[in-house]
């Protein structure tokens, strides 16, 4: 008996251990900015700013036609009278704000009561009814609600954009009014209706042209008519209807980030596992690797990883052709050759892009952004486009952004910019920074990870896509074989990815250090998100899940460079992403 109770005893144990290991949480890291869910992807989220900044003053002129109790009496001129406003505002998001204004003006019409403000002889209507003519000064104070229609329904365009150049605002408010001019006091409780459009001429939207639909709402007594011998019915309102037009101006800071700036927040929930005794400990580590970009390009504008899209940012990255394009006519650019003539005005077309593991790179041309020693820029010469044509079977063709020529892909939102030198159109030395052949360039000017491993753009890109064709060619079989076994082997626990711009830019126009610190670090975002999107897409990363990925949005993602080009080594090195990848093999 006593050895079944013990048998007992022993099997419940067990069976303890076995739900407690089945039911136990595994140890959980996740991050509260997720790559797919910033709010830069938002149109219709921002981070509010501080009480001093988006504040604006305004001012206008105008006219508009008085209606009070007897509106149906004299012509419609008699009524108009001119005014003047000026007012100062703050707006607390892109789509709500708040306005204080002053008005100065005066109203005229007409009554058939002999009152205060009376002015003139009577006069008589075509049926011997006796009237007066009637003029009321006045100013007002009104505070008042604004409501950007245009940013409402469209979401709000960005810092310094081009888009939303026209916007409409709707704006409703009370206020009093003061009658001056008269021997009484007189004041009035008004309301405030008014549909504003807007003009910006700069993406600065620094100054506005308005044109202003208004209504301005008063009591009945306005004009002083309360009480009707005539027994007709007083009306509600009184009010004033008119026409403005005026400017705005609006202080910095003018805009709103669509991301806080900081690192993200991680959250660790562990439970503690039983203690099981084994002699294979799981083995936890990272992995460094960059990504390095050319001057003007994050990838973002070519949808990477996206199925059916002919330009992948990455692969354009790893084997990409010069900027990937290629003139639509062949035959025409074959007789401007011969001829001397301009290839500019010739159509150009997107090539698609090829897997660097598949294409072979055997041909002399060069590939990729800093994967070899040949840079990546090619020359617009009859010999070299002709070189290339008998090899390719295609003209290959640069990107045309007005009077500028590019000499490797860029995105749309900024090929038509103009450098500061000549020099920087063009590529002309290749560090081979995305190649094994360039990691030691790579460690001795980067800060190092102790607690990491530093590979290559290409060691993982052929561990993750294939170790084969040209990118074969600038990985090391031995490093790919390494993060295989961490792919094969072990799971992904977390990835993390960090995006870099270097401080310059090629605007010297009012507020340039502005424009350029914003238009780097939207470099520096899209830069990162491009290569997380990369990564989620891929097979090797399917299993990790979205919280686990990380789209770090930095406090400062620019980076001072002494390079009077943008094509030197210091400039290079911080146009980049860097990703780590934390791992266990179990």
Not at 228 to 234: D, I, M, R
Not at 267 to 274: L, M, R
Not at 518 to 539: C, D, P, Q, S
């Amino acid at each position: 008996m006593r050895r079944i109770v013990i048998y007992l005893c022993l099997l419940c144990m067990y069976s303890g251990i076995q739900v407690q290991a089945q039911t136990a949480e595994t140890d959980t890291v996740f991050s509260h900015e997720e790559a797919v869910e910033q709010p830069t992807d938002d149109h219709y989220r921002v981070v509010t700013n501080r009480f001093r900044d988006n504040w604006f003053v305004t001012g206008s002129v105008g006219g508009h036609a008085f209606f009070g109790d007897y509106g149906s009496v004299g012509d419609f001129k008699g009524k108009l009278s001119p005014d003047f406003n000026v007012g100062v505002g703050k707006w607390f998001t892109p789509g709500i704000g708040v306005k204080f204004q002053y008005g100065l003006g005066q109203s005229k019409g007409f009554s058939k009561e002999e009152t205060m403000f009376v002015v003139g002889d009577q006069l008589q209507t075509a049926d011997g009814t006796p009237y007066w003519k009637t003029k009321f000064k006045w100013w007002n104070l009104n505070a008042n609600v604004m409501f950007n229609l245009s940013r409402i329904f469209k979401g709000y365009e960005g810092i310094n954009s081009d888009k939303l150049m026209n916007q409409f605002i709707f704006t409703i408010g009370l206020g009093a009014l003061h009658h001056y001019g008269i021997s009484a006091q007189r004041n009035e409780w008004m309301g405030n209706l008014e549909l504003q459009y807007s003009r910006f001429f700069t993406k600065k939207k620094a100054l506005s042209l308005d044109v202003k639909l208004y209504t301005e709402l008063y009591q009945t007594n306005f004009d002083a008519i309360t009480i009707k011998s005539t027994g007709e019915n007083s009306k509600w309102f009184d009010l004033n209807a008119g026409i403005r037009v005026g400017v705005t101006y609006y202080f910095k800071k003018r805009g709103w980030e669509r991301c806080v700036a900081g690192e993200p927040v991680y959250i660790v929930n562990e439970t503690p596992a039983p203690v099981i005794v084994t002699n294979d400990c799981p083995e936890y580590g990272s992995f460094v690797f960059y990504v390095f970009f050319p001057n003007n390009y994050s990838g973002r504008d070519d949808a990477p990883v996206v199925a059916g899209d002919e330009v992948n940012a990455i692969d354009y990255l790893a084997s990409g052709i010069f900027t990937q394009k290629k003139f639509t006519d062949a035959d025409a650019v074959a007789s401007r050759l011969k001829s001397g003539a301009s290839l500019k005005a010739l159509r150009t077309e997107d090539v698609p892009t090829e897997k660097a593991n598949i294409c072979t790179g055997t041909d002399g041309i060069a590939r990729g952004y800093e994967m070899s020693e040949m840079p990546l820029s090619l020359d617009m010469d009859a010999a070299s486009l002709e070189n290339f044509k008998s090899k390719e079977g295609y003209y290959y063709a640069p990107v045309y952004g007005d009077d500028k020529t590019w000499y490797y892909r860029v995105d749309d939102e900024t090929k038509t910019q103009s450098l500061l030198s000549g020099d920087n159109y063009k590529e002309t030395a290749s560090y081979a920074l995305n190649a094994h052949a360039g990691l030691d360039v790579v460690k001795e000017n980067m800060k190092p990870d102790a607690e990491a491993e530093t590979y290559s753009f290409a060691d993982v890109y052929a561990a993750i896509e294939g170790n084969g064709g040209y990118v074969a060619s600038c990985a090391d079989s031995a490093t790919v074989q390494a993060i295989r076994h961490i792919l094969d082997e072990g799971r992904i626990l977390h990835v993390q990815a960090e995006g870099l711009a270097t401080s310059q830019d090629n605007y010297t126009g009012e507020d340039a250090s502005e424009v350029g610190l914003e238009r780097n670090k939207t470099l520096a975002y899209n830069r990162a998100y491009t290569v997380i999107k990369w990564l989620k897409g891929n097979e090797n990363f399917r299993k990790v899940v979205g919280n686990n990925f990380s789209l770090n949005a930095l406090t400062d993602p620019i980076v001072n460079v002494s390079d009077q080009s943008t094509r030197g080594l210091n400039a290079k090195l911080n146009r980049c992403v860097k990703v780590k990848v934390h791992y266990v093999i179990e």
